[in-house]
């Protein structure tokens, strides 16, 4: 009968070493969390993209009222819409509002400012500098940017939360009343 004990002995090392190499790897850690200490890296928000628009079509309203003043007139309550459209995804995206510093570049920065809007126009988008000198040019410019950022309105609409569709579809209508406006 002394065969059976060294087996038993055997088994019961071969389970201890077993037991004792999951309890160290365990209070040991591993390389990887068992429970993910934060969340996967999430894609941009879609209204991002429609927000920069937006803003850069209020830069260039900005500069095409600078660069054309005979145009200030058709383009300002454009601008001022389209600043309102900026102020609600900024709501609707969480952000903080922006100083109005920016407003009021349009409206007093035309004539007698010239130096001031040569010195804010390198601190902003590059659109303030490359206005055409034809303000025919500048509208059709603006037309298609406006274009472009209608449609960018319609393809997030298509995609969004029925919470921002109302939204993101209001912009995409009001892009198309801009377009015909500066027909």
């Not at 991002?48 to 803003?55: M, N, P, S």
């Amino acid at each position: 009968m002394g065969t059976p004990l060294p087996r038993r002995r055997v088994l019961l090392a071969v389970a201890t070493a077993a037991g004792a190499l999951g309890l160290a790897s365990a209070c040991t850690g591993s390389s990887t969390p068992i429970i993910p200490t934060s969340a996967a890296p999430t894609a941009p928000d879609p209204l991002l993209a429609v927000l920069e628009e937006r803003a850069g079509l209020v830069e260039a309203y900005a500069a095409a009222g600078r660069q054309h003043p005979q145009l200030l007139p058709r383009l300002q309550p454009l601008r001022t819409q389209t600043e309102e459209q900026v102020m609600a995804l900024r709501l609707a995206l969480a952000l903080p509002e922006r100083t109005p510093a920016s407003t009021a570049l349009g409206t007093t920065g035309t004539t007698g400012a010239s130096g001031t809007s040569g010195t804010s126009g390198a601190t902003t988008s590059p659109t303030a500098t490359a206005v055409p000198v034809e303000p025919a040019v500048t509208l059709s410019g603006l037309r298609a940017a406006v274009r472009a950022s209608g449609s960018a309105a319609a393809a997030v609409c298509a995609t969004t939360t029925a919470e921002r569709a109302p939204l993101v579809g209001s912009l995409a209508a009001a892009a198309a009343c801009h377009e015909l406006l500066l027909s």
